[in-house]
């Protein structure tokens, strides 16, 4: 059974509008919650972690939130760039420390267009 | 830096060969991992290992081992390579709290 769901499954943007991505998940517990950028052919890049509830995070023109009570989390990208096409991975785990298991969602593939 | 190299980078390979994907961490990190990635789906963890000369099985091990010689190094091994492990394969260390970093990929066809 799927425990970490994302939405939407795929996402056309124009270059410079906003997007929001979405992850609910069932996993328990919840330790944290890490998004990550799949560049096509490429590896997995850290883009922002969230640990505590009501988490809120920025890093850069990328930002995140946490709901642990809803088991829910966004990803919001601001003023997309042709570069930010990608897929974009929403992990949780069940641990704070390397004998956590990772759950990965499918991923939403973002494409901005010009 | 923070680095996890796989090699090699993409492989085909014949029904029924033998084939080793190697990964090397210099990230001093206990925890080393693979993975599988298929179209459309989640990565899916094969085998993991938290200190050298032992692993463990992950989620779906049938049809994979693996070695850990070292802290370093890990080798995910496929002795009978079969069409449905045609995929794209990722190694993954770990330290502690929530850190974690991911090599670029092994995209093997066996056909």
């Known amino acids: 059974k799927t425990q970490v769901e994302q939405s939407p499954q795929s996402l056309v943007v124009r270059q410079g509008e906003n997007c929001v991505l979405q992850?609910?998940?069932?996993?328990?517990?919840?330790?944290?919650l890490r998004w990550f950028k799949q560049d096509t052919g490429k590896g997995l890049v850290s883009l922002t972690v969230?640990?505590?509830?009501?988490d809120k995070t920025s890093n850069g023109r990328y930002s995140a939130t946490l709901d642990k009570d809803a088991k829910h989390s966004t990803l919001h990208i601001t003023a997309t760039l042709l570069d930010d096409t990608a897929t974009y991975i929403c992990v949780v785990g069940d641990r704070g420390s390397a004998l956590g298991r990772l759950h990965f969602g499918a991923g939403t593939q973002l494409i901005v267009i010009p | 830096e923070a680095a996890v190299t796989q090699s090699p980078r993409s492989k085909v390979a014949v029904t029924g060969g033998k084939v080793t994907l190697s990964c090397h961490q210099t990230?001093?990190?206990?925890?080393m991992y693979w993975y599988r990635q298929d179209t459309g789906h989640g990565l899916r963890l094969i085998h993991y290992s938290y200190v050298a000369d032992s692993t463990e099985k992950g989620d779906i091990p049938d049809g994979y081992k693996a070695s850990r010689p070292s802290q370093e190094n890990f080798s995910l091994i496929l002795e009978l390579a079969s069409l449905s492990q045609t995929a794209v394969y990722f190694c993954?260390?770990?330290?502690?709290?929530?850190?974690?970093?991911f090599g670029k990929g092994t995209r093997l066809t066996v056909v």
């Open positions: 990230n001093n990190h206990d925890y």
């Open positions: 969230l640990v505590h509830e009501n």
């Open positions: 992850c609910n998940y069932s996993v328990t517990p919840d330790n944290h």
């Open positions: 993954a260390s770990s330290g502690t709290n929530t850190e974690v970093f």
